[in-house]
């Protein structure tokens, strides 16, 4: 049994731990939740500097040809410093777009840009509230897209986006749209979470580039979230964690009553709860992780798994993280809410909580 | 990052299968047994023997006491082949997993050579005498007497929770032989043999009607000074090693899991669909089913840690509090699939051979035994976060002083 990270993806997480630790603290996450930047631009230049965007691009791609493990061990140190950076719009889905469903002129034209930090790219599909698969308007007519796709994550500074558009009522297709080309009308839409920046975009008969196949842009999405999945349940545990070590560092330091708080079991209990969370979600990640790393068959039950679990789990430490704050963790001032924010954020930002575990029922009847 | 054995594993693992296929039954391909006790214990008895004759019992203790110096990987690859046969073990849990340990660590050398390869070999059946009326969570509170008189030592009070006690041939008994000195300081810990005159033992009938532990009295129980364990009013320390091995001895609560419910919910309608058709039915089983992945996949890791020689993190905390309550709330949950049905105890009428009604009956007392879910989120609180102990304001108070409510 070796279910574990390598030596060398442990030394990677510590480069990255101590990478973050200096130029990604929470005073820079704060710089970006009250400033106008949409994102960190140097400490994004940082990232791909030590080749973070290139990790598992194939090296003919002008990636570094490493596997999703090392891709793992990087999504979970840049939960935990919640960096405020468009990686995971760029590498977990379009980079992995074009990887899974480009074809080679698609993959030759695209991923030494997304390798190098060149180009950042998104993918769009939420048209609004609610579940996009029943009411997707967006329309795509002979290459032609039509309708505004809102909100999308990093939409405001990618330079293009992988849209999902209906061929037909029933048949959806994915497409590469040039966002800085005709037809794109981009604003800001301010979300819970100002540290990630996101866009309502309105193509009007933008040209659109088939990615993948005609009228399998729903399947492919399935496959897509099933990888992005794992990669996202990763940086939900690492910010669980934080949120943790947030609330036990607090509760051992204040004193009510004439001793810390940490000593009085209705907090011990709390925080010790939290730890089961996140130690159910970490140990599910690494299925997850497994999964993705070996292209197993369990991949759609293993992501479903990581992602409801570490969903939960980050929901819930950054919670109990408030609470165990007292009135100070409700202020602007304290960091609590940077947690709470990002943890919504990334509970919603590939599909709601009910609807992967629905996912997930659905993954282990279709294995049965 | 793989499930795979290393070579000197997968050998071992042949070699544990050639074994338990030579003299055991796969679980499901094994006949329900209808069986008294006595002949359910006498089968116990002869398969531990065999394992023993053959050098598959106590794999990690020194040959010397009856085991062969395995590995802690060694043991645990053991434990999940036993565990796929229909074989029966579980009167020998508390003695391997807990009596063992302790004896190891504080008998005499000649006391090892005697007792210990008895105990592998299932000779003798061992009990823990721990918990009483007056000290659960509270251990140290016990109130069981030890007085001494010249060689030996004349025990009385009251023992309970005590499993296998009516068939036990020996037990670890801890006592109180000095009451005016605070609480965990007047302890002292023994072994006895469990037919010694003045040794009573009254079976508890349990909320489900099963008769799993036992109350037992001490009325002037002579012990020999030789059988103490660690030295007079040291008897906390010795029992922390008991306990420490018990922590690693009770895990998963078990029980019909994620996949009984899964059946279940196919198998039963709601509104004239199959159950599983139901968004709040699917979600419920989601979460278990997230539970129960967890905590296997928490064992890997701790197990992966073993593989290369490393002592495993504190994860493996989690699984009995996890798991007692998952078991609680899927006995729950799936006699509401049964809806008014759901109440009858009649393995005729009612799917599944009442295996949510046994969780539902069954699971408060796991939640208890063991460790209560609140004790062991201080243990996790404590011991894993570094977070301070509770204040006890009892500590240092003598034993005989401290108020003890009605």
């Known amino acids: 049994m070796n279910f574990e990270f390598s030596d060398e993806q442990n030394l990677l997480r510590e480069q990255a731990q101590s990478f973050l630790a200096d130029k990604c603290p929470l005073t820079a996450v704060r710089r970006v939740l009250d400033g106008a930047e949409s994102y960190d631009a140097p400490l994004w230049r940082g990232m791909i ?44 889905l379009a980079s992995e777009a074009l990887m899974q469903f480009g074809n080679a002129k698609q993959r030759a034209r695209y991923l030494p840009k997304l390798a190098s930090g060149e180009w950042i790219g998104t993918f769009a599909i939420a048209e609004g509230a609610g579940e996009p698969a029943r009411s997707l308007k967006t329309r795509a007519k002979k290459g032609s897209i039509k309708g505004t796709k809102v909100p999308v994550a ?19 297709s994915m497409y590469i749209v040039d966002l800085n080309g005709a037809g794109v009308k981009r604003e800001v839409v301010p979300t819970l979470d100002p540290t990630r920046s996101h866009a309502s975009i309105k193509f009007s008969d933008a040209p659109g580039e088939l990615l993948g196949k005609t009228g399998k842009g729903w399947p492919q999405t399935e496959r897509l979230f099933d990888r992005a999945a794992v990669l996202y349940s990763f940086e939900q545990v690492g910010g669980a964690q934080a949120a943790l070590d947030m609330a036990k560092n607090y509760a051992l330091g204040r004193f009510a009553f004439g001793r810390p708080i940490a000593s009085f079991q209705a907090i011990k209990h709390k925080l010790a709860d939290m730890y089961i969370a996140n130690t159910l979600a ?74 992967w575990k629905d996912r997930l029922i659905s993954a282990i009847e279709a294995a049965a | ?80 082949e036993e565990s796929r046969y229909d074989v029966p073990t579980a009167p020998f849990a508390i003695g391997l997993g807990m009596c063992g340990p302790t004896m190891m660590a504080y008998a005499s050398e000649q006391q090892k050579r005697e007792m210990l390869p008895r105990m592998a070999s299932g000779e003798h059946i061992w009990c823990q005498l721990f918990s009483e009326p ?29 499993s296998g006690a009516h068939y036990s041939d020996w037990g670890i008994l801890v006592t109180r032989s000095d009451p005016t000195v605070p609480k965990h300081k007047g302890l002292t810990f023994f072994f006895l043999n469990m037919h010694s005159p003045g040794v ?65 919910a196919n198998d039963v309608k709601i509104d004239g669909a199959p159950a599983i058709r139901n968004q709040a039915v699917r979600e419920r089983l989601a979460d278990w089913y997230c539970q129960s ?114």
């Open chain 2, 1 to 80: 990052m793989d499930f795979n054995d290393t070579h000197e594993e997968s050998l071992f693992r042949a070699e544990a299968r050639d074994f338990l296929n030579a003299h055991a039954q796969f679980k499901n391909e094994s006949e329900p047994r209808d069986e008294s006790e006595t002949d359910y214990l006498a089968r116990a008895k002869a398969w531990q023997k065999l394992k023993y004759e053959n050098g598959w019992a106590c794999l990690g203790w020194p040959k010397e006491y009856g085991g062969r110096n395995a590995t802690p990987m060694q043991q645990i690859i053991w434990n999940q």
């Open chain 1, 282 to 355: 970490h140990s599910n990640c690494y299925y997850g992780a497994w999964a993705l790393s070996t292209d197993a068959e369990e991949l759609p039950i293993a992501a479903a798994t990581a992602r409801v679990s570490a969903t939960e789990a980050f929901h819930e430490s950054s919670k109990e993280n408030i609470q165990t704050h007292g009135g100070m963790g409700f202020t602007w001032e304290f960091d609590c809410h940077l947690y709470y924010r990002r943890a919504k954020l990334l509970s919603v930002n590939l599909g709601s909580l009910p609807r």
């Open chain 1, 49 to 92: 500097d030590l080749g973070w965007t290139a990790t598992a691009i194939p090296e003919e791609y002008g990636g570094l040809g490493l596997g999703y493990l090392e891709l793992c061990v990087l999504a979970e140190e840049l939960g935990r410093s919640l960096a405020p950076t468009p990686f995971s719009s760029s590498v977990y």
């Open chain 2, 293 to 406: 992945s967890g905590l296997r996949f928490t064992n890997y890791r701790v197990i992966s840690a073993l593989s290369r020689g490393a002592t495993p993190g504190p994860e493996n905390s989690i699984t009995k509090v996890v798991s007692a309550k998952k078991q609680q709330d899927i006995g729950s949950f799936g006699m509401d699939l049964m809806d008014m049905g759901g109440i009858m105890m009649d393995p005729a009428r009612v799917p599944a051979d009442l295996a949510f009604q046994q969780n539902f009956m069954g699971a408060p007392g796991y939640r208890i035994a063991g460790g209560t879910d609140e004790i062991l989120r201080n243990i996790i609180a404590e011991r894993v976060l570094g977070l301070p102990a509770d204040i006890r304001v009892d500590k240092n108070v003598p034993f005989n002083e401290i108020p003890r409510g009605s």
């Open chain 2, 200 to 264: 009573t033992v009254k079976p508890i009938k349990q909320i489900s009607g099963d008769s799993n532990f036992n109350e037992v009295y001490f009325t002037d129980v002579r012990i020999p000074d030789a059988q103490r364990l660690g030295a007079v009013g040291q008897g906390w320390q010795v029992s922390i090693t008991t306990l420490m091995n018990e922590r690693l001895a009770v895990g998963n609560a078990g029980g019909a899991d994620f996949d009984a419910a899964l059946a279940l």
């Open chain 2, 134 to 162: 007056a000290g659960g969570s509270d251990l140290a509170a016990l109130r069981t007497k030890a007085e001494r008189s010249g060689d030996e030592w004349v025990v009385n009070g009251q023992k309970i929770w005590t």
């Open chain 1, 154 to 172: 990093d939409g405001d500074i990618a330079d293009f986006a992988i849209v999902l558009a209906n061929e037909d009522k029933k048949h959806a």
